[in-house]
């Protein structure tokens, strides 16, 4: 089970720490990913880091602005979001897939991931 943590209001410019809380078993062996949906819209990848932390990824349009960190030992992901901007307004969710997957570019991909958290609301405010 994947929960996640820290979404909520801040005004443009601001900053969020989400978090993402594994139970029921150790993620240490598996790639984690935040992607966000906005209302009527797909849901898009954000961000991944491989199960052993040595590789990021990010989408253009956040690379810069957020981070993506993870302590296996707390079994917990981490997205530093800063300089937040009004489009960054979406319900974010984590995701998790057993060690990485071998499509180009497979970290950007909903299906290659098999856990899915419920979800937390950011809203950026202009």
């Known amino acids: 089970q994947l929960v996640e943590s820290g979404g909520g209001l801040v005004q443009a410019g601001g900053s969020l720490r989400l978090s993402c809380a594994a139970s029921?078993?150790?993620?240490?062996?598996?790639?984690m990913g935040w992607f966000r949906q906005e209302p009527g819209k797909d849901r898009e990848f954000q961000a991944a880091?491989?199960?052993?932390?040595?590789?990021?990824y990010y989408a253009d349009s956040v690379k810069g602005r957020f981070t993506i960190s993870r302590d296996n030992a707390k079994n917990t992901v981490y997205l530093q979001m800063n300089r937040l901007k009004p489009e960054d307004t979406a319900v974010y969710y984590c995701a998790a897939r057993y060690y990485s997957g071998v499509s180009s570019g497979w970290w950007t991909l909903n299906y290659e991931y098999d856990y899915w958290g419920q979800g937390t609301q950011v809203t950026v405010s202009s």
């Open positions: 880091i491989t199960w052993s932390g040595d590789n990021t």
């Open positions: 029921g078993r150790s993620f240490s062996r598996h790639a």
